[in-house]
């Protein structure tokens, strides 16, 4: 089963062997016995080796072509933990926070912000924004005994990564996102599909999904294109796909949309001359562009439902931190990051960074359900399990430190601003 909003009807995602959809907010337990190499489960508490101060480091875009990705997730990070203070903090204490900039990975600046927060003691990293900045820094971070957990990373790669246990993200894999693309394309009515994207391990791993689902559903993947993610240019590119005649294009990209755009209006397959898809990585507000967006959809994990209340809040903690939010990508995913993290400590008794990773799992399912962190640590100093249900929707770990279930919004673009038009939401076993 799955759990739609009114506004349309997408036919049911054809499961591959791992996904099964299911209703929005089941449980979702993982009952296998087989365990990858980035297993997160733990039978036992780690000795308590925490200072007894929770300290958060963010490693979020504030430049390169995620930045406009930066705003709503600071802001989320930041509007947790002044909620978090405002009922009493972590183990007796205020929550600290430091911010760094991840970059985007041209140039490799994450490296030495990630030594910028272990200098300052940090017990969690929330970041990078890009799957292939968290690949880049994963193992100074875990190597570390540092929790590190990211709002925005979507690729498989993470699944079985050896991640010491200390990897998790409020993110789904993009196997969740690339179905619901391929089959939206399909519903859609569109038989020649062509698609572009970037040669990394998003671009690589997402198009991948979005051509088998294509295939499994009956079209034809009228052409698969890679390019290069520092690129001056995509004129070679763009011609090949232009060469393919597609009826749809679905673009993999970050903010070189902004270039690659003029160039698909050039070769007569611009959003108003075919239907053109976007994903997660460039779903922003392209105001200030002068090309004209309309009609063009895309996807990227998101409640099922818009909440106008939370998006107000981020704005105003945005306004008071110095951050402009428009766009709200991955806000509601950092807040739930920062939640989790701090109820985790306060369910192990220690900040350290193998004692949150310890629980959790433990506090993101399977418990007494709680969705306000005053509540949820009412429950936990009742001696109750909790299962804390977050802003982004069902935050159920699997054993890899993944979420097992999850929403895709379903966006549409008038001008050049978006908003969600639809929903799907499934399980991932």
Do not use: W
């Not at 979507?154 to 699944?159: I, K, L, N």
């Not at 390019?227 to 749809?248: C, L, R, S």
């Not at 766009?327 to 993290?341: E, R, V, W």
């Amino acid at each position: 089963m799955i759990r739609r909003t009114p506004a349309r009807r997408l036919a049911a995602v054809c499961a591959a062997a791992a996904l099964v959809l299911t209703a929005c907010g089941d449980d979702g337990d993982d009952d296998g016995d087989s365990k990858s190499s980035g297993d997160n489960s733990s039978s036992s508490a780690p000795a308590k080796s925490g200072d007894g101060e929770l300290v958060i480091g963010s490693l979020l875009p504030t430049t390169g072509d995620l930045a406009f990705l930066g705003p709503p997730e600071i802001a989320g990070v930041e509007l947790a933990i002044s909620e978090i203070n405002d009922a009493g903090g972590v183990l007796g204490k205020p929550v600290k926070s430091f911010l760094e900039d991840s970059g985007d990975g041209t140039p490799d600046i994450a490296g030495q912000s990630v030594d910028a927060l272990l200098d300052k003691n940090v017990d969690t990293i929330i970041g990078a924004a890009a799957s292939g900045v968290s690949l880049s820094v994963i193992d100074k971070i875990t190597g570390a005994g540092v929790v590190h957990f990211s709002p925005a990373n979507t690729a498989a790669a993470f699944d079985t990564y050896d991640d010491k246990g200390l990897y998790f993200r409020t993110s789904p894999s993009d196997r969740l996102q690339g179905q619901v693309l391929g089959e939206l394309a399909v519903q859609d009515g569109y038989s020649n599909v062509a698609i572009l994207a970037r040669q990394d391990a998003y671009g690589e791993g997402l198009a991948e999904q979005v051509d088998e689902t294509l295939t499994e559903k009956g079209a034809n993947v009228a052409a698969h294109v890679l390019y290069a993610a520092d690129a001056q240019n995509f004129t070679a590119e763009v011609n090949e796909i232009a060469a393919a005649k597609p009826d749809a294009l679905v673009l993999i990209a970050f903010n070189e949309t902004t270039k690659i755009i003029p160039q698909l209006i050039a070769k007569g397959i611009g959003p108003q001359d075919i239907q053109i898809y976007f994903v997660d990585g460039n779903m922003a507000d392209y105001s200030s562009e002068k090309f004209d967006l309309t009609g063009v959809k895309g996807t990227f994990p998101a409640p099922p439902e818009v909440d106008p209340a939370f998006n107000d809040l981020l704005k105003k903690k945005g306004k008071e931190i110095g951050v402009d939010v428009k766009d709200f990508t991955y806000g509601p995913q950092s807040y739930d990051a920062t939640m989790l993290t701090a109820l985790a400590a306060i369910a192990a008794g220690d900040d350290s960074g193998e004692s949150i990773a310890s629980q959790l799992i433990n506090v993101s399912r399977d418990g007494t359900a709680c969705t306000k962190f005053e509540e949820c640590v009412k429950l936990l100093e009742e001696g109750e399990d909790i299962d804390y249900n977050g802003v982004s929707g069902p935050c159920d770990f699997n054993d890899t430190g993944s979420p097992n279930a999850a929403t895709i919004g379903i966006q549409e673009y008038k001008g050049n601003t978006y908003s969600q038009v639809d929903s799907v939401s499934g399980v991932l076993e």
